[in-house]
């Protein structure tokens, strides 16, 4: 069972509800979400792409901007080298259609997961060489690849860097130096001399920001190509919003605006490919969701890049006809559909592999599943550090050694953890939450022993935290109120959805709903009298479980027949449901004690 946890950041907040002429509640929840005064609460409600950041306050964007109109006016082949996941795709497309919007000769090049690896390396250097490639541009990758750089400027080309990855350092004593590549420029919000006011965007986003820089600089320029350019970044800022979901990043400052702005333009989308996705995934695309994008069509263009090529996400972003838009589309869902069922088939051998070896005890879960896809390792550790709220890693067997990936939990340091046993590991990397790591298969068992002799976690570590937004009886939501909620929106990462709860409140009557009886409604009374309907979309037989041991045997069953009388602690999230033209409140309970 949770802790609650109430936000207690204070502020004048009948002031704001009267300045942001926004219900009270509302002034509460943005203030909750690290928003400090009114003008920074003025942008949360209404701010728009004119309050995002100049490109050009990026540390060396103007040579990145000067660097590649002239490779594009002395007619250089200009390749884009990206990543395979969401974020390394959208920023691929991002700089490789604005590029060729201005008549570059341009190709992209993303890294196969299994034989090449995460970002730049040797093979995609010589490659580029061999293909006659004088400008390489980097996205979502290149800010750790200075051996590769200084190899393919060996090799005569010029490389330019758009990261937003950590920078790698060594320290000197007490002072920390950075190790930069040996790139015609770098432009990473993470420099420690970079003074770009939001380091937390992701690799789409630096990728948009440069060519919009392009673009700006071409307009003052009074150069003809921006006129072809200036249209697409319409389309444009829908990557950009699109890797800003997938890739986790928080919902806050600009990414919160581009997202939202983003989402807008989707619901128009001119790109056949992204309208294709949301077609064969039965997505209105005039209804299209920051959690569809997380959970419905990022995960498709993802699974290319896990079980196939990511070449194929390319190519459905690409599309020039609806025909094939579909056909790709439909490819990429099934990938999709294949890489969820291999997911669920690892998650069950990853706790049946538990039980086996009596693992339960262990504070940190280490687990080989070598005939596992290793490209599914990740997904699997997320799963399994769900089922058992800790932190876990999944290992697969590789062409040299184990692979594996980690995924942590709020109170453990996965990347410093790491750092501790780097003695037993041949490569690895990360950060707090989640890692990627290899190592020698005899290896393991020591790996294992070591990180849970290591582990400092106490019992209490483990307990996991619900914050609450507001307690706030259930009677004095309205219409109003929920609507004023939804304009909050887009909810992920910084910005989730808003809580509140309240004591008390009796349940009445129950019944299941859903295809297999796995959710539910009930009936209930709260303690001002009110009578309403509370709907819950958890695991229906957790939530009867629970009310037997806590209320005695058999008190599920009265609660199913209509003769419940209990007292729940219920949090709760507030919505407007619409079915057939008719809107009436929803109450959704999330979490109960």
Known sequence: MEKWLVYAKKADFQEWARVLHVDPVVARVIRNRDVTDLEEAERFLHGTLADCHSPWLFLDMDRAVEGFLRNLRSGKKIRVIG?????????????????????????????????DGYGLNENLIREAANDGVGLIVTCDNGISASEQISLAKELGMEVIVTDHHEVPFVMEG???KEILPEALAVVDPKRMEDHYPFSGICGGVG????????????????????NALRPAMEELLEFAAFATVCDVMELKDENRIIVREGLRRMHASKNLGIRALMEVNGIDKGAVTAYHLGF????????????????????????????????????????????????????????EYVAKRHLEGDKVLVIY??????????????????QYGKPAFVFTKGEEGVKGSGRSIENYDMYEALNQVKHLLVKYGGHKMAAGLSMEEESLEKFRMAVNANCTLTEEDFIPCLHVDVPMPMEYATKELASQLDALEPFGVGNPKPIFAQKDVVFLAGSRMGKNGQYGKFQVVTPGGSKLTLTYFGEMDAFLNWLDETHGSGSSDLLLSGRGNFQVAVAYQ????SYRGKEELQFVMKAFK
């Open 296 to 351: 419905v069509l990022g995960p498709c263009l993802n699974a290319t890049g896990r079980l196939d090529t990511a070449q194929r996400a390319m190519e459905l972003l690409g599309s020039s006809t609806e025909v094939q838009a579909v056909s790709v589309a439909r490819d990429l869902k099934e990938l999709n559909d294949s890489r969820k069922n291999l997911t669920l088939q690892g998650v069950e051998q990853a706790k």
């Open 574 to 577: 507030l919505g407007i449901n």
């Open 207 to 226: 990728a948009y920001k440069f060519v919009q820089a392009i673009l700006e600089r071409l307009e003052k320029e009074k150069d003809a190509r921006a």
């Open 369 to 386: 599943l070598p005939e596992a896809h290793e490209s599914i390792a990740g997904i699997i550790a997320g799963r399994v550090r769900e």
């Open 83 to 115: 990543d395979y996941d969401v974020d390394g795709i959208c920023s691929a497309r991002v700089l490789s259609r604005g590029f060729s919007l201005l008549g570059a000769d341009v190709d992209v090049a993303i890294p196969h997961r299994i034989h």
């Open 174 to 176: 007490n002072e920390r």
